[in-house]
Structure formats: C-alpha cells, structure tokens
C-alpha cells in the first residue's frame, strides 16, 4: 500500500517563506512525475509545479520565480519551497505522484492527505 505524507504547512505571514515535504512510503517499481497542487475555499484543484524523473520542471505561471519544485529519488520525497508568499497563495496543497509497480506497466496516480498554507498577517 503506497502513501503519500506531507508535512511542513502552516500560518505564514506575507512574504514570508514555507517548505513542504512530501514522502512515499510502501513498495513501487518507479516513481515518474511529482508534483504539487493546491485547493483554495471554492476553487478548483490547481497545479502549481511538476517535476519528471529527468527532474525538468514546469510551475504555474502564478508562482514562477517565487517556487522551487525538487525531489530526491534515494527518499522518494519531493519538496516545494515557497517564497515571497502572498495571501493569494493561501490553500489546502496536495503532493501527487505518478508510480508504477513493474516494469512497462501503467502509472497510477496517488495523492497526499492535503497540508494546509495560509498566508496572513
């Protein structure tokens, strides 16, 4: 049973700076694209950045310059950092990995528990 853990949400002011972690824990063959999404109260679901396992990156026009999006393969981790937050960026953010438990079989498509940001002063 895979699972993906985030951590490192919280209440932040604007300008301020977060880092969020996420894990993937249990048995996989490979683990393709990572990236990050975020949830704002009455919005849609959003992608903020992706990463491939080639590690090429592509972010929401919203937080480029602002985001870095990078994994480490050896945890199966991948991580956002965030600066020059502003309230706009305020949201529930979802970690999502595509993994694949055998070689040429599909990718299946796995989500974190959601961490919520929340920029205010």
């Known amino acids: 049973q895979v699972q993906l853990v985030e951590s490192g949400g919280g209440l932040v002011q604007p300008w301020g700076s977060l880092r969020l972690s996420c894990a993937a824990s249990g048995r996989t063959f490979s683990i393709n694209d990572m990236g990050w999404y975020r949830q704002a109260p009455g919005k849609e679901r959003e992608l903020v950045a992706v990463?491939?396992?080639?590690?090429?990156?592509n972010y929401a026009d919203s937080v480029k310059g602002r985001f870095t999006i990078s994994r480490d393969n050896a945890k199966n981790a991948v991580y956002l950092r965030m600066n020059s937050l502003k309230p706009e960026d305020t949201a529930v953010y979802y970690c999502?990995?595509?993994?694949?438990?055998?070689?040429?079989?599909?990718?299946?498509?796995?989500w974190g528990q959601g961490t919520q940001v929340t920029v205010s002063s």
């Open positions: 999502n990995a595509k993994i694949s438990f055998a070689i040429r079989s599909p990718d299946y498509n796995y």
């Open positions: 990463i491939t396992s080639g590690e090429s990156t």
